[in-house]
């Protein structure tokens, strides 16, 4: 283990200091993983997701702390650290939800807390050039990628929405307003939430047919099409 320290770069940079558990080591890794998390954290918050700065700090911080005991104890087998990512990973479950539109909520930011777990383990660890990569290939997941996602999905040529009409009896007219647009239905699932609403609210699987579908192509284009129908109380396109 002490050749892995002696070999982090950083670690080098740091100093002796920086490589055994010590009071100025403690705190400087405490403080790493509450600083790391934080901006993790913030990300999350500014999106307005579930767990956010408080939850990402404490995830970081006992992970952290688990995997420097099991370092001063001297265990061959890390059962704290273990146990630290059990526990995360059962934490990180619990914040996935499903609203009432059939969406999955809070995927992205459960597999967050977990890797954020795991990067802090790597920090109470002592090995501060894999916990810095790991960070910076964490925020470019969370804040870079989901930009390329939103392009990569618009482009698709399968999607599904969430439709509410007005009456149930619309849902003929809009099948065929589907089909003339050159889309196919692949699937329809009434959504019982909605039911003493007064709408008829369903779950729409659609296929972009690419021979058919000359003028819209872009599932942006698709949605305001379709949302200009008189019949249509609400329609959005389903993560």
């Known amino acids: 283990m002490q050749n892995i320290f002696?070999?982090?770069?950083?670690?080098?940079?740091?100093?002796?200091?920086?490589?055994?558990?010590?009071?100025?080591?403690?705190?400087?890794?405490?403080?790493?993983?509450?600083?790391?998390?934080?901006?993790?954290?913030?990300e999350r918050s500014s999106k307005r997701h579930s767990a956010g700065l408080r939850t990402f700090?404490?995830?970081?911080?006992?992970?952290?702390?688990?995997?420097?005991?099991?370092?001063?104890?001297?265990?061959?087998?890390?059962?704290?650290?273990?146990?630290?990512?059990?526990?995360?990973?059962?934490i990180s479950g619990n914040s996935i939800l499903f609203s009432s539109k059939s969406q999955i909520k809070g995927l992205t930011t459960s597999a967050g807390l977990w890797?954020?777990?795991?990067?802090?383990?790597?920090?109470g660890a002592?090995?501060?050039?894999?916990?810095?990569i790991s960070f910076f290939a964490l925020i470019f997941c969370l804040s870079l990628l989901p930009?390329?996602?939103?392009?990569?999905?618009?482009?698709?040529?399968?999607?599904?929405?969430?439709?509410?009409?007005?009456?149930s009896s619309s849902l003929q007219d809009f099948v065929m307003t589907i089909r003339k647009l050159g889309l196919k239905i692949d699937d329809i699932e009434s959504n019982p939430a909605y039911l003493n609403s007064g709408?008829?609210?369903?779950?729409?699987?659609?296929?972009i047919n690419e021979r058919d579908a000359e003028k819209y192509k872009h599932h942006r284009d698709i949605i305001e099409a379709l949302r200009s129908l008189e019949y249509v109380h609400y329609i959005e396109e389903m993560n």
């Open 115 to 123: 890797a954020c777990g795991i990067v802090s383990l790597t920090i």
């Open 126 to 132: 002592g090995l501060y050039t894999i916990t810095l």
């Open 199 to 207: 709408l008829s609210v369903y779950s729409i699987s659609i296929t």
């Open 147 to 167: 930009i390329v996602e939103v392009i990569l999905k618009d482009r698709s040529n399968h999607f599904e929405i969430h439709l509410e009409l007005k009456s």
């Open 6 to 42: 002696l070999n982090d770069p950083i670690a080098k940079i740091l100093g002796e200091w920086s490589i055994y558990i010590g009071w100025r080591s403690v705190l400087f890794r405490i403080f790493l993983s509450v600083l790391l998390a934080a901006v993790v954290g913030c």
């Open 57 to 90: 700090i404490l995830i970081s911080l006992a992970s952290s702390v688990s995997s420097m005991i099991d370092i001063c104890f001297k265990n061959n087998i890390p059962v704290l650290s273990g146990a630290a990512i059990v526990s995360v990973a059962m």
